[in-house]
């Protein structure tokens, strides 16, 4: 069965801080991975993207992940995270236009 | 260009009643899934819509239920309400269904209580 799980459960940084979030997936073949985040009141946005090519992504508002298929890991970083970063995040795998599967999700708190 | 919208906001309803929730996809996109999410969890896929067909389907049970309107707009209906439906319902919708990218963008969500 198709599963992602996200290893951090709640994540406690200061500003300036360096953030890396962990994220597993079990699919068999091709998978699309994604990383989604969700501000406080807000809606599911998409972060990054990884389709195929360049196993490091860049996405939006500094956030980078790294595919490494032998490990089965799609780990989102960011070098110095800003208070503005408080949200949860959410990786997901879907493949080319199947459901997707979310992990359960991780909330990160970043302290002035 | 609005994004994917869902109505209402939010709805509380009894257990052993039905329901229905709404969606319009972004502009340009024709295909539309829907997800359940419980409190603390991530998106649970429930099904998708192309062409006005269910497409696939996730683990849940036939109570719910849905439509695809010619304009791409969808409907989730579920019906006999469970306490364990109370959740955040998301819309998410997308272009085609062939090809490498596959790109979803989500709604606000419809929080339903069922009491």
């Known amino acids: 069965a198709q599963s992602v799980s996200q290893h951090n459960h709640h994540v406690i940084l200061s500003e300036a801080a360096s953030l890396e979030l962990g994220c597993n997936y079990s699919?068999?073949?091709?998978?699309?991975l994604f990383w989604y985040v969700q501000y406080p009141g807000q809606h599911l946005q998409l972060l990054l993207k990884?389709?195929?090519?360049?196993?490091l992504v860049k996405g939006i508002k500094g956030f980078e992940a790294e595919f490494i298929k032998s490990k089965f890991s799609f780990n989102l970083r960011k070098p110095s995270v800003q208070w503005s970063d408080t949200a949860e995040y959410f990786c997901?795998?879907?493949?080319?236009?199947?459901?997707?599967?979310f992990g359960d999700g991780t909330t990160l708190t970043v302290k002035p | 260009d609005a994004g994917v919208t869902q109505s209402p906001t939010h709805l509380i309803k009894t257990r052993g009643q039905q329901v229905t929730l709404r969606c319009s996809p972004k502009?340009?996109?024709?295909?539309v899934s829907w997800y359940q999410q419980a409190l603390g969890q991530g998106p649970q896929f429930i099904f998708q819509?192309?062409?006005?067909?269910?497409?696939q389907r996730g683990n849940f049970p036939d109570r719910f239920s849905g439509h695809q309107f010619p304009n791409y707009s969808s409907e989730l209906n579920v019906n006999a309400l469970l306490l364990g439906d109370s959740a955040l319902y998301l819309c998410?919708?997308?272009?085609?269904?062939?090809?490498?990218?596959?790109?979803?963008?989500f709604g606000p969500g419809t929080r339903l209580t069922v009491t």
């Open positions: 998410a919708s997308s272009f085609g269904l062939a090809g490498g990218y596959y790109e979803q963008y």
């Open positions: 699919y068999g073949g091709t998978v699309n």
């Open positions: 990884y389709f195929s090519g360049d196993p």
């Open positions: 997901a795998g879907a493949r080319n236009a199947g459901k997707s599967t």
């Open positions: 502009s340009g996109h024709d295909t």
């Open positions: 819509y192309y062409e006005e067909e269910e497409r």
